[in-house]
């Protein structure tokens, strides 16, 4: 962290994000949520209450859920990031998405961005959750549309299709 | 109106001697900042009046978890997510665990830290009840040293604290001495997820042969303050756990609570639950295997008094087949004798709505008949309710044929015309009487028709409620 000579009151602020070395220049009191959108150009993480209750704009630091909008971006200073963007391998999509795809789990699409990365942190503890623990790994992630009982299908699905693999 | 970030200066030290040297050059300046959970909400209303922070987030002296053979010191910068998946806490503290689990979302959880939830000093915060049943001590750091003062005197106020501007909180300590306690806690709120509380409890509690040997009882969001209810502990230990007890609980708890009205309840309700919330507490208290003594006295009440809200509910179903009525009665409980249960019984009938009433006149035969048409509820009425309706038409069949056949005639309009059984409280009442009054109020209209039937569903469960205290 250095003063950024472009701008006063500006600091360097380097993390990786979906596994790019990135180096911006902000204020250190810059939301995550704006860096990530307006600086780096990735907008899947989406800005809905602005105050942590919606979980829209979720993204994954250093492999835990939190709300970008809630993160000063030099909290993220040092950390790995996820977003949306990295979680598939390129091309191919997560098997989240699939499913959310499958099943129908996305309607406007808002949430899903944050839905799809809290139901990826709630697989990676718990592989093949209760539908108890499905619905507590995506309480804080509200879905505007209603459309619930096709987002815990879907991130219910993985663990099926293993069972039955 | 969303703050300018430019105006806000932001400093990360790397350990916590740098943070309080920090602290200490401008006392008062700099606001710590650690998850952001509540510092970041005001940031983005605009309401933050510190121009200049210091992240206090990842200070690896704050954050960790310690244990010793007598207490289990917690570092102020533990998130939930830290707390919840600590095997000490999940053993030894499960009130502190249930807090952890009830605190926002899982991205809260992974940020929102127990220092923070400390300092931000909301009455409503889940996890300071806990803090002050498990008698939690607070080590508090500053440049000048560290000092250890009791949780319970911290908060002076709302939004109150004994924290000096150049001080930051380092460790939370709990003793280990409750592992054995029974606890208890529960949240009242909109919804059980992410939503603010109207009213929480933590309590802990060791009954000793029917008797209540020791107890910590503290409650959020009913004072300025997270607030231990001594009082009502002075007034329960080493009493035994009966009626009088529960009474005597509620009422001091009522009056130790200092609620306000709000945008999310009101104090009286508050009060009401915060009383509500100690009796039921002691009723699992009585239900541990040490009090079980007091379970196997006569009193039918008293016994009822103490249990469970489910098995309460289904023990008085018999008497009324409406489960919002049920539900009231559970709710109104302790009741220290009859005429309380039949004014509580009268009460919680008059405050339900007609769905209530419907499924109570559905769970009664039909006059003539010995049992309830189809249940409309999965609640087929219980074999003490078919014989006590069987008692309660004894007279109807002595009647001759034609006044049975005109009763199954008037019976057959009456449901034709009001879409539902006919109520009467047949009690001593013969069968051409019954036969009278019904035809008499097949002239009613609906609602003064719904009313009477009401009545005489009220009168019914008053003679029931009678019956089942003297079984």
Redesign the interface.
Known sequence: ?TNSRESP?KVEIAFTVNGELKKIH??????LLDVLRLDLGLTGAKEGC????C?SC?VLMDG????S????V??A?GTSLVTIEGLGAGSELHILQETFLEYGGAQCGICTPGMIL?AF??LSEKPAPTMAEI???????LCRCTGYSQILEAVGEPARRRANA | M??N??D?????PNSLQATVSLLASEPGVWLP?A???DV??Q???GNLPARK?V?I??LPELRRIETSADEIRIGAGSTY?DLRKNEIVAREFPLLATAA?WT?????Q??GTIGGNIVNASPAADSLPALLAYEAELILVSIRGERRLPYVNFHTGYKKTLLRPDELIQTVCLPRRFSQYISHARKVGARS??AISKVCIAALGRPTDGRVEDVRIALGSIAPVPLRLRQTEQAVIGRSIDSALLLLARKTAMAEVRPIDDIRSTARYRATVAGNLVVEFLGLLASDRNAVEHRQSNDVLGRWNLLPADEAATAILSCCGSKGWTRGMVARRPLADEDALLAASEETWRSLAPSDWMEAFHSHPRIGISRAPEPPSPQSPSTQSVAWSAQEQSNVGDANDAVKIALADANREYEQRFNRIFIVCATGKSASEILEILQRRLENDAETELREAAEQQRQITEIRLKKWLRR
């Open positions: 962290m009151g902000a204020y250190p009191m810059e939301r602005g105050e942590g209750e979980g979720s835990a859920l939190v709300n909008c809630l993160v000063p030099l909290q200073a809290a942190q709630l619905r507590e790994g995506l309480s804080g992630n | 969303r703050s970030p430019h806000y200066e932001m400093v990360a900042i998850g952001g959970t970041m909400v940031y983005a209303a922070l992240s987030w990842n997510t689990r926002g979302g899982i991205a809260n992974n940020r997820a992410q």
